[in-house]
């Protein structure tokens, strides 16, 4: 039996947060397949929207105006945020800086993202990600990162639609490692999200939350999320 459980937030507040997402994936000027995927898959089912087309970009002023700035809202909104961001395993300085716009206009600092500046992806420097460090600067970065791996780990799902958001965002497995052909030639290797993304044990750990959330409290069947 599904228990009908009132949403923390507002429709306008889920149609705002969707749209400061798409903004997020659109902050590179790269909007990756991955991020498309995770964005497309939420518009219909969780903001009743037709297509991805129906979401515009949200400057932080709005974004703050439809989400009020209760300090939870604020942090947890910024976590999704986050995990938009580093979905394809690379943090970009433009996604970097429209967060912390968005933390600006929401009205909270969250010391925990200042620790996610290292991980940043420069071009000039060759550093992409965590598995192309030398093995002693991996350990040094895993510590940098703990800060802000807390901060993941202390949020909370009390919305379905948040829950649902969540569970669908983040794949029930980490995805397979593949190569990118062309005319019969390996012209890219895509590593496994578990190897790419270093915050990869904190999204996990969202999604066992949101599932327990939605089987538990909502009597929801998730059987959809873990295949």
Known sequence: MITTLKSSYTDAQIVAWLRGLYTIAWADGNYD???????????????????????????????????GKEATTAENFLRTAVLVAVADGVY???????????????????????????????????????????????????????????WLDGMDVHDPRLARFVCKMIPAQ?????????????????????KLNPLYEQFVGLRFRSLSYLADECGEDVTEYIK
């Open 33 to 67: 397949p991955e991020e498309e995927a995770l964005i497309a898959k939420l518009t219909t089912e969780i903001a009743n929207l037709d297509k991805i087309a129906d979401l515009e970009p949200i400057t932080p002023e709005e974004l703050a105006i439809s989400l």
């Open 92 to 150: 970009s300085p433009p996604e970097y800086e429209l967060i912390c716009k968005f933390s600006d206009a929401l009205g909270v600092e969250v010391e925990a993202l200042k620790s996610l500046e290292n991980t940043l992806y420069r071009k000039e420097e060759h550093k992409a990600v965590e598995s192309t460090l030398p093995l002693d600067k991996q350990a040094e970065h895993k510590e940098l990162l703990q800060p802000v791996k807390e």
């Open 174 to 194: 980490c995805p397979f490692e593949r190569d990118i052909n062309l005319f019969g030639r390996t012209i890219a290797h895509i590593p496994p999200l578990c």
